[in-house]
């Protein structure tokens, strides 16, 4: 019973971690995506833009997105603390996985000895 809710656990943890890395890289697409249309406005006015002003309202958007990101990580780590799953690495769950397969497959074989011996 335990180490079945020790899988889920760890399974719960790897999707916590893949959905974290996912949502950093959208994150970061998006304010890409964001600034590249702001510039191709920009380059359709009939006045270019101002290169100095532009560098400083680029490095302020970069400031924004990485405390954008920062809190995102601050969130989801407390969210990792208020469900108290431990930190594991990708090869962490994949071993437990396997276990689950194993124990699962022990247990499959030990309910189709008892049918056969009840037969």
Do not use: H
Not at 71 to 98: H, K, M, N, Q, R
């Amino acid at each position: 019973m335990a180490r079945g809710f020790a899988g889920r656990v760890s399974k719960v943890a790897g999707l916590l971690t893949e959905i974290e890395g996912k949502a950093q890289s959208n994150m970061l697409n998006l304010a890409k995506i964001k600034a590249n249309l702001e510039f191709i406005g920009l380059l359709q006015c009939p006045k270019p833009p101002n290169l100095p002003t532009e560098i400083k309202a680029l490095r302020e958007r970069r400031r924004l997105i990485y405390d954008a990101r920062d809190v995102f990580e601050d969130l989801l780590d407390s969210v990792w603390g208020v469900l108290e799953i431990p930190e594991v690495s990708a090869a962490a769950v994949e071993t437990v996985a396997v276990d689950n397969v194993e124990v699962d497959d022990k247990v499959n074989d030990k309910i189709d000895d008892e049918a056969d011996e009840e037969s």
